[in-house]
């Protein structure tokens, strides 16, 4: 090789090692906030994880907030506020309000930061750049069809159903997974968007659990008050289902005459899966969302890109599996052994 040659052979191999060390030290500036509605939570837990694992992986910094409790919009504005104050590139969160909140993220915006809704989306949606989440209207389809092919077409047209969702504001995932369960089943849901305006006289009725265990017993006993016959309960997560079978176990109904389907796919509701208290539940991915989510706004602060949605849908679907023992046919499943090797919790 020839001296010029070899000169500039090492100018680029130094050019480019400079350029390296900048995008180094430019990663080492990025920082991505991740707010989530409670940190007790399983599921929240296993998006901190994920986040916070994928932020060490790219070299960059990563803050967890989290609300007081299930609904503590103010918390979750403050947490966005402080995000903006810090320069933080981008924002991952669940939304506890998703309608109260959006003043504050347009802030964020405004400041140039990337903002992702995480599991529910925003309302309305685009008040987000993005949304990674749980497909939660399909989430719902599959547990109710697993519902009714598990009864059969002629128990299914008399069945008595309770439904036990989280919270009286009608959150997005809430609806979703509610009004998708309706559609499995074969239920006429009228408007998607919202639940509560079916007429169908199988529906005994919506109690609120706000998501937790001690909810899901009290809107049971409250179901049962109603109509005793209940023979199939929908809930909105897999604690809301461990307290309704409390309930159904207190009153004598866990004689198997009980159909309870749930979403999550936390290890304690696999288990009870495998037990038998939950018939069948549906998995999402918690960490793969949050993972993903500071993948993006990596990438959108080293080059401005933002994620575009799954195709067909308006935002990125990040997966579900249909988690049972008793399986039917024509509805893929895996079962409870195979989900303890995926769970979360």
Not at 58 to 73: E, H, I, P, S, T
Not at 161 to 168: L, P, R, S, T, Y
Not at 197 to 225: F, K
């Amino acid at each position: 090789m020839s001296k010029t040659s070899w000169l500039a052979s090492g100018a680029a191999v130094a050019a480019l090692c400079l350029g390296v060390s900048a995008a180094q030290a430019q990663d080492k500036d990025i920082l991505v906030g991740l707010i989530t509605k409670t940190d007790t939570n399983p599921f929240f837990v296993k998006m901190r994880e994920g986040a916070s694992a994928k932020a060490d992986e790219l070299g960059v910094k990563f803050q967890a907030f989290a609300g007081k409790f299930d609904g503590d919009n103010d918390t979750q504005v403050q947490a966005v506020e402080n995000l903006i104050a810090a320069g933080a590139s981008g924002i991952l969160i669940v939304a506890s309000d998703t309608k109260a909140i959006v003043p504050t993220i347009q802030k964020a915006k405004d400041a140039g930061l990337l903002v992702i809704a995480l599991d529910t989306p925003l309302e309305p949606m685009e008040a987000a750049q993005a949304t990674f989440a749980t497909d939660n209207f399909h989430a719902g389809q599959l547990i109710g069809e697993w519902a009714k092919r598990t009864l059969g077409d002629d128990a299914a047209a008399k069945a008595n159903i309770a439904f036990i969702d989280a919270h009286e504001s009608q959150p997005t995932v809430d609806v979703a997974r509610d009004q998708g369960f309706m559609d499995g089943f074969g239920i006429d849901i009228k408007d998607a968007a919202r639940r509560g305006d079916e007429d169908d006289p199988r529906i005994v009725g919506h109690e609120m659990g706000e998501g937790s265990e001690v909810g899901g017993r009290n809107g049971m006993e409250t179901l049962l008050q109603k109509n005793f016959d209940v023979n199939v309960v929908y809930t909105i997560n897999e604690p809301t289902a461990a307290g309704a079978w409390e309930a159904l176990k207190s009153a004598g109904k866990n004689d198997g005459s009980v159909l309870v389907t749930s979403v999550d796919g936390g290890c304690p509701g696999v288990k009870n899966v495998a037990d038998g208290v939950i018939g069948a539940t549906s998995m999402q991915f918690p960490l793969l969302m949050a993972s993903l989510g500071v993948e993006a706004i990596v990438e959108h602060a080293r080059n401005g890109t933002v994620p575009a949605p799954s195709e067909g849908l308006t935002f990125t679907n990040t997966g579900v599996k249909l988690v049972t023992d008793k399986p039917v046919e024509g509805l893929e499943s895996i079962t409870s052994d195979e989900a303890m090797k995926l769970c979360w919790g």
